[in-house]
């Protein structure tokens, strides 16, 4: 791969100071091996760890949490945060957009059925078609580039879409943001978790993925506020502010540094190894992290990789460790897509479905559903360097099913007594429409509150369990050379998810309407075997320490494998214990 790319006049990477690292055929000894001599010292203490080395390094590496560096650093995941933002903000848009009259008014497309479905779909088309061209951007000329090329075809796509009076026109709009979004979300989460030190890993590429909410919540808002404008403005403000993050995205780009990881691949070692001596070691060239960190990347990428030959994908499915990675990539994007959260498109229409009729009150549900599963994924994030991947997702995808099964109860009863109040009115002399529109006189008011309730509760749950890890796992498992491509993969299998979603969705609503939940209540049950069967987990390792995890005969058992270090008083770690 050319190196071209990547040097830009604003690079912040070209004014890091080089260092001398050891070469990566010298190995670094960063805890001694023992048989646990050290223990009987007074305050020593034996621990379980994934990975010895890792946890000594990071014991000893105390990077500065509010130091200058680290808040460039913070500041370069939130530019990656932006990203997921433009993907967020689409997801409340769109469903606040369709209920507005006056949208209904210009292009006709009722609330269900195949218009809906083209004006959802077409987005998801787009980014599969723009995925492939996404991992070429993205491994060519780096990270940063990819995400300022995305934020391009974002705003030439709101231009159309914000400027439409004919459905065609629209819809073309919104084939290109799935162009731009594509080309973003295989770029930043790369980006955000090659650049963050291992022990904030989890956090970081959470947060990123987390931008959904933080496009999510305001699509939501200011969809509610402008429902109130009297005119077409209603919904082409809320088109228009769609492109407010890529801006931001594109003014702030080039002030962050490049990937490390991306830099070792196209041969650029000494900006690798002073972005991690300056960003992960507190500027101490001789910090362990920093010795640990460039060694295995040294090791672990090969600059005559795959990401040089732009349409090799064997990697993913000719070798064992590729096809147990592709496995993770393909659970995470399928079941982080068809779990229940592909309903959150047609919130309006489960509102309708549970006796929430009035079209600002569905509005206002919809920021409120947005509000609660963020705060269910923010604290997921808080934890996510701790807990253990494969447990959360096992135990958050079962409860899912239950949360979903038990609004799909509730929704039954409420079908009935619908249907009953509907037939009443209709023998009072009520015209039909009036008849069905009337028909919540007759609904319990509790069971359309427990059938709310319990969609709410499944979002908070799926977004504890999916949203942080839908950035982390698929990143995760993919090691340098084929991040990109694999990303784009997943970004392709994700919208071809989503494409289901939002074209069967407004169909299968309008046909059979709550029965259409209960698909994702026995899908959910098959997720979570899956999970259990196949889940490998990632946590506590670097990702070149994965490498070993996935060339071992059986990786999710080789994932769940510790080791034994002493811990003393101080904190320092003097041993790793051997059998």
């Known amino acids: 791969m050319s190196s071209h790319g990547s040097h830009d006049g604003a690079s912040t990477e070209k004014h890091l100071v080089t260092h001398d690292i050891a070469p990566a055929h010298d190995p670094i000894k960063i805890v001694p091996k023992g048989h646990g001599q050290t223990a009987t010292k007074p305050g020593a203490q034996e621990k379980e760890v994934r990975n010895a080395a890792l946890f000594a390094a990071i014991k000893e590496s105390n990077i500065k949490p509010w130091s200058k560096e680290s808040i460039h650093l913070y500041f370069a995941i939130f530019v990656a945060f932006c990203c997921a933002c433009a993907n967020g903000y689409d997801g409340s848009l769109m ?22 479905s083209v004006i959802f779909s077409l987005y998801t088309v787009g980014a599969m078609v723009g995925a492939p061209f996404a991992a070429i951007l993205s491994d060519r000329y780096g990270r940063r580039k990819g995400m300022f090329i995305g934020g391009i075809f974002i705003i030439v796509g709101s231009v159309i879409v914000a400027s439409s009076s004919k459905l065609a026109q629209f819809v073309v709009g919104r084939f290109v943001l799935g162009l731009g979004i594509a080309i973003m979300t295989v770029a930043a989460p790369a980006y955000s978790i090659e650049i963050a030190p291992p022990h904030w890993r989890g956090r970081c590429t959470g947060f990123y993925n987390c931008g959904w909410f933080g496009g999510s919540i305001p699509a939501a808002c200011i969809t509610y506020g402008c429902y109130f404008i009297k005119s077409n403005w209603s ?18 780009v080039f002030f962050l540094p490049e990937s490390p990881r991306f830099l070792f691949a196209n041969n650029r070692d000494a900006e690798a190894v002073a ?25 672990g990428i ?25 496995a993770q990539v393909l659970m995470i994007s399928i079941f982080g897509q068809f779990s229940g959260n592909g309903l959150g498109y047609f919130n309006t229409v489960i509102f309708k479905n549970i006796s929430v009729t009035s079209t600002s009150q569905q509005l206002a549900y919809n920021i409120l559903n947005s509000v609660i599963s963020a705060i269910g994924a923010l604290t997921a ?20 099913a239950v949360a979903l099964a038990t609004n799909s109860g509730l929704s039954a009863t ?40 319990a969609y709410f509760l499944f979002n908070v749950i799926f977004s504890f369990t999916y949203t942080p890890l839908q950035g982390v796992i698929p990143t995760e498992a993919l090691e340098t050379t084929i991040r990109g491509k694999g990303l784009a993969l997943s970004g392709f299998i994700v919208n071809a998810m989503g494409f289901i979603n939002q074209f069967a969705g407004p169909i299968a609503l309008h046909n059979i309407g709550y029965k259409y939940i209960f698909v994702f209540v026995g899908w959910d049950l098959i997720e979570t075997v899956a999970w259990y069967f196949f889940g490998v987990e990632s946590q506590g390792r670097t990702l070149e320490q994965l490498e070993w995890v996935y060339e071992q005969p059986n990786p999710v058992k080789a994932s769940l494998k510790v080791e034994k270090v002493v811990v003393q008083a101080d904190g320092h770690v003097s041993e790793a214990i051997v059998a």
């Open 302 to 326: 090969k600059t005559d990789g795959v990401d040089k030959v732009w349409w090799d994908y064997r990697p993913l499915f000719m070798t064992h460790s590729g096809r147990w990675r592709m």
């Open 275 to 299: 972005f991690l001596v300056k960003y992960h070691g507190n500027g101490d060239p001789n910090s362990k992290l920093v010795l640990l960190e460039t060694e295995e990347m040294r090791d």
């Open 381 to 400: 994030i808080s934890m996510t360097d701790r807990m253990p991947r494969r447990a959360v997702l096992i135990v958050g995808t079962f409860m899912c």
């Open 95 to 116: 469903t606040g957009i369709i209920a507005m009259d006056k949208f209904q008014n210009q292009f006709h497309t009722g609330d269900t059925g195949p218009k809906v």
């Open 235 to 252: 919904w082409r403000i809320p088109l228009i502010l769609q492109s407010f993050t890529c801006l931001v995205v594109m003014a702030s």
């Open 414 to 453: 409420l079908d009935k007594q619908t249907q009953r109040g509907t037939q009443i009115n209709l023998d009072q002399g009520m015209t039909e429409q009036d008849a069905k529109d009337k028909a919540y006189l007759h609904v319990d008011s509790n069971y359309a509150k427990g059938a709310l309730a």
